[in-house]
């Protein structure tokens, strides 16, 4: 296998050789060599020593999606239980104070130590928030993730073409490849929001309702995990902005940063603020339906409801009414003859004031 190819290489599962751990023959090590991007699999144990040695690198770690096995054994026999050894012991990490590294449940962090620094990034990757933890010092840079991790993939890819001058770029390159996954996001569900709420103008149906509603909860998903995240990485960026020892490179990459994950957040408000503009125009467009069929009631109660007290009124058994008006023609008269007129100035007065037309009008627009 040739170690230069940078994208396309098999994954190799390795084993961690000559130490017992819960990890054996499940975990992923990509070391990556840089400044030419070079991409080689390798046992963690190679990893940790050319971490040891190495002045330039990227070490990868791809843990299972399921944490190890009970008892720690892989294959489910039963034997006796083992301590589970943390990732930052096995890659000869245990004086950085990040004993979290590769554990699930973290939440999203951002800290510096010493000449150091460790973060848990918040990510997407398909409709899920995974989270990438990174640890990052002069020499190199490693991450640790659980699956496969899209945005690492597209680190790797980038790094003999970006060619970045030191580890600290690389994390900046791997922050940026984050924020990228919830600018997506955000930019495809806007526009999805858009058209969808072209088509409730055009024709409204139900189910727009439970699409507008997925599309809310993604806005409310990408906001609730990104927001937090940047607020703890913007307060710690603009301390170290203020020490008068950061490098002015480095400064200008943190307020990159900085602007970039702004204009992301800002995306992922736009999605809520579409969201919500579209359940008014749906409840908008419902109201107006309602609106129109208590008109069209309405109309009809004004013209039946003289007719309905003629009705009672002549249907009541006075003496006079089934004494004296017992004639043919007087029944004509009053009870026809009264309930035409009526009909005929009801009709008349809905003609004068257009009411009906406006009605007929707004009927047509519907359909349409």
């Given at each position: 296998?040739?170690p230069?190819?940078?994208?396309?290489?098999e994954a190799?599962?390795?084993?961690?050789?000559?130490?017992?751990?819960?990890?054996?023959?499940m975990?992923?090590?990509?070391v990556v060599s840089m400044?030419?991007?070079?991409?080689t699999?390798?046992?963690?144990?190679?990893?940790?020593?050319?971490?040891?040695a190495?002045?330039f690198l990227?070490?990868?770690?791809?843990l299972?999606?399921?944490?190890p096995?009970?008892?720690?054994s892989?294959?489910?026999?039963e034997?006796?239980a083992?301590?589970e050894k943390?990732?930052?012991?096995?890659?000869?990490l245990?004086?950085k104070?990040?004993?979290?590294?590769?554990?699930?449940?973290?939440?999203?962090?951002a800290?510096f130590?010493?000449?150091?620094?460790?973060?848990?990034?918040?990510?997407?990757q398909?409709?899920?928030i995974?989270?990438?933890?990174?640890?990052?010092?002069e020499?190199?840079?490693?991450?640790?993730?659980?699956?496969?991790?899209?945005?690492?993939?597209?680190?790797?890819?980038?790094?003999?073409?970006?060619?970045p001058?030191?580890?600290?770029?690389?994390?900046?390159?791997?922050?940026?490849e984050?924020?990228d996954?919830?600018?997506r996001?955000?930019?495809?569900a806007?526009?999805?929001v858009e058209?969808?709420?072209?088509?409730?103008?055009?024709?409204?149906?139900?189910?727009?309702?439970?699409?507008?509603?997925?599309?809310?909860?993604?806005?409310?998903l990408?906001?609730?995990a990104?927001?937090?995240?940047l607020?703890?990485?913007?307060?710690?960026?603009?301390?170290?902005?203020m020490?008068?020892g950061?490098p002015?490179?480095?400064q200008?990459?943190?307020r990159?940063?900085?602007?970039?994950?702004?204009?992301?957040?800002?995306?992922?408000?736009s999605?809520?603020?579409a969201?919500?503009?579209?359940?008014?125009s749906?409840?908008?467009?419902?109201?107006?339906e309602?609106?129109?069929?208590?008109?069209?009631?309405?109309i009809?109660?004004?013209?039946?409801?003289?007719?309905?007290?003629?009705?009672?009124?002549?249907g009541?058994?006075?003496?006079?009414?089934?004494?004296e008006l017992?004639?043919?023609?007087i029944?004509?008269?009053l009870?026809?003859?009264?309930?035409?007129?009526?009909?005929?100035?009801a009709?008349?007065?809905?003609h004068?004031t257009?009411l009906?037309?406006?009605?007929?009008?707004?009927?047509s627009?519907?359909?349409?």
């Amino acid at each position: 296998m040739d170690p230069g190819t940078a994208s396309g290489i098999e994954a190799y599962m390795v084993a961690a050789d000559g130490l017992s751990d819960p990890w054996r023959g499940m975990m992923i090590v990509s070391v990556v060599s840089m400044p030419e991007g070079t991409v080689t699999r390798t046992h963690v144990s190679e990893a940790r020593r050319r971490l040891a040695a190495s002045r330039f690198l990227l070490v990868d770690v791809e843990l299972p999606e399921e944490g190890p096995p009970p008892g720690g054994s892989p294959s489910g026999a039963e034997q006796p239980a083992e301590p589970e050894k943390p990732l930052a012991h096995l890659l000869g990490l245990e004086a950085k104070g990040v004993a979290w590294l590769g554990k699930e449940g973290e939440s999203a962090r951002a800290e510096f130590l010493g000449d150091s620094a460790a973060f848990v990034v918040p990510m997407l990757q398909g409709a899920q928030i995974t989270h990438v933890h990174a640890f990052v010092t002069e020499q190199y840079l490693i991450t640790a993730h659980r699956g496969p991790a899209g945005p690492i993939r597209s680190l790797t890819a980038r790094l003999p073409h970006e060619r970045p001058p030191d580890s600290v770029a690389m994390l900046f390159l791997l922050l940026e490849e984050a924020l990228d996954t919830f600018r997506r996001s955000a930019v495809e569900a806007l526009l999805e929001v858009e058209d969808l709420e072209d088509e409730m103008f055009r024709h409204r149906v139900p189910q727009q309702v439970y699409r507008l509603a997925r599309l809310r909860r993604r806005g409310a998903l990408l906001h609730h995990a990104l927001l937090p995240y940047l607020q703890v990485t913007d307060e710690i960026f603009t301390r170290r902005m203020m020490n008068p020892g950061f490098p002015e490179e480095r400064q200008k990459l943190a307020r990159d940063y900085q602007h970039t994950a702004r204009l992301v957040l800002t995306d992922i408000e736009s999605l809520q603020n579409a969201a919500r503009r579209a359940f008014a125009s749906y409840s908008s467009l419902v109201s107006g339906e309602q609106n129109n069929v208590i008109n069209r009631l309405a109309i009809v109660s004004t013209i039946f409801l003289p007719l309905t007290f003629l009705t009672g009124f002549f249907g009541m058994n006075f003496t006079y009414l089934t004494d004296e008006l017992e004639s043919r023609s007087i029944f004509w008269l009053l009870a026809v003859g009264l309930q035409v007129v009526f009909l005929f100035v009801a009709l008349y007065a809905l003609h004068r004031t257009r009411l009906w037309r406006r009605l007929r009008d707004d009927g047509s627009t519907d359909l349409q």
